[in-house]
């Protein structure tokens, strides 16, 4: 995972159809953010690249991990911006009767995602795990985007993110995120 990422403008790729895209879960909170946390202003611009996607007839790929990130970091954020002071524990709330609400609505999220995407996992068997753990005691990646490059390297697959810290592990990027664009070009 020494090999620079190449990152594309997503803006302007140019979707061929059939082509595999696993689109990370930053991305989907861009898409479809919890309701406590407003969609930022490159929430459009994933919106314009994921109807292109979409249009051009290429593949949205989902798979476990990324939807566990979704499903945590929905909940974490309805959970941070409108029920830490009534539960100040999280696992507390997440039990209680009120998250009740933010819970159907984070399921009901992850079935459209499901509805609009290939779910797709790859074996952990037939991932470099020494260079993924390797990457991860350098510093270089996190474990869970460690397995991601690895996702995407063994299937040929381009990763739709806008995490600035995904610059090293050789594979092709689509992303709006202007320094990730001139870190990996």
């Keep these: 995972m020494k090999t620079k990422n190449k990152a594309h403008d997503a803006a302007t790729y140019d979707f061929p159809a059939g082509e595999h895209i ?83 609505a984070a399921v009901a999220e992850v ?17 470099d795990l020494p260079a993924v753990l390797g990457a991860v005691q350098s510093g270089t990646v996190d474990f869970n985007d460690g397995l991601l490059l690895q996702t995407c390297r063994l299937n040929g697959w381009k990763l739709l993110t806008h995490d600035g810290d995904m610059t090293m592990g050789g594979i092709d990027l689509l992303t709006t995120n202007k320094k990730l664009l001139l870190t990996c070009s």
């Excluded at 292109?52 to 939807?67: E, F, N, S």
């Excluded at 990130?69 to 524990?89: C, G, H, M, T």
């Excluded at 499901?114 to 779910?119: D, I, K």
């Design 22 to 104: 696993l689109i990370d879960a930053n991305v989907w909170l861009y898409l479809q953010p919890p309701a406590a946390q407003p969609a930022p202003g490159r929430a459009v611009a994933y919106s314009q690249v994921f109807s292109r996607l979409l249009q051009a007839r290429a593949q949205p790929v989902v798979d476990a991990l990324i939807l566990s990130e979704y499903l945590n970091r929905y909940i974490r954020l309805e959970y941070d911006v409108s029920w830490k002071a009534a539960y100040p524990r999280f696992k507390d709330f997440r039990q209680s009767t009120d998250s009740a609400i933010v819970l159907q």
């Design 111 to 127: 079935n459209a995602i499901l509805r609009t995407t290939t779910p797709h996992d790859t074996p952990l068997a037939n991932m």
